[in-house]
């Protein structure tokens, strides 16, 4: 079942933070988010097991609440490079990994 | 090391045809997802394959098929192609299961005419 993000699209100027939320109706083990930028590949950012640790990534870091099914990640201080689709993938036991609708974030100066 | 090779990159095709998309996966990693990507649409799961076993299929029709070889190269086949099937198709591959990395290839896009 595909996980919901949310929101579907936001717009930051530089230096700005965002939250960008993912949930599931299963329960997860695993919590993977990407950013894809136009044209290209997707590429992988980090991945989360359950244990609702956080990890962090330069600026941009991830929680894992096993219990309420969800993830967010966060983007402190966004720079223009922030800019592109995020999806958060999900899986759980021998499920595959299934992605959500995407969040675009616009960074503008 | 290489990365997600897929080949082709663009393909045109015409309703009714049929087309097979292939990707190697990185070396060392055996299992091989393929996805379908549309606008507003997000990721849409097709199949996974781990050592030449189909482990899951997504909600697509059956026209979509897949298989894996022991070198752990994957394909993909849409029969009797119809509009709908204009997609970016993106392979990804990795080491083990559902809690490592995915590493996406540059994806096939597929416009049926």
């Known amino acids: 079942q595909q996980p919901v993000q949310s929101p579907q699209a936001v717009i930051l100027r530089e230096g700005e933070d965002a939250v960008i939320n993912c949930s599931s109706s299963k329960a997860l083990y695993s919590v993977h988010w990407y950013r894809q930028k136009h044209g290209e590949a997707p590429v992988f950012l980090m991945i989360?097991?359950?244990?609702?640790e956080q990890k962090g990534h330069e600026k941009i870091s991830a929680s894992f609440n096993e219990k309420k099914q969800q993830s967010s990640l966060y983007l402190t201080a966004s720079q223009l490079s922030y800019s592109g689709t995020y999806f958060c993938?999900?899986?759980?036991?021998?499920?595959?990994?299934?992605f959500g609708k995407g969040t675009r974030l616009s960074v503008i100066a | 090391k290489a990365g997600v090779t897929q080949t082709p990159r663009y393909l045109i095709k015409t309703r009714g045809q049929q087309v097979t998309l292939s990707c190697s996966p990185i070396s060392g990693h055996r299992s091989v997802s393929w996805y379908q990507q549309t606008p507003g649409q997000g990721l849409q799961f097709l199949f996974e394959y781990f050592s030449e076993t189909q482990r899951n299929k997504g909600n697509f029709p059956g026209r979509f098929s897949g298989r894996q070889f022991s070198n752990s190269r994957s394909e993909m086949n849409v029969s009797t192609l119809e509009l709908g099937d204009s997609a970016l198709y993106l392979c990804a591959s990795s080491f083990g299961q559902h809690y490592t990395e995915a590493f996406f290839g540059q994806g096939t896009r597929l416009t049926v005419v």
């Open positions: 993938g999900t899986a759980s036991g021998n499920t595959p990994l299934v």
């Open positions: 989360l097991l359950k244990g609702g």
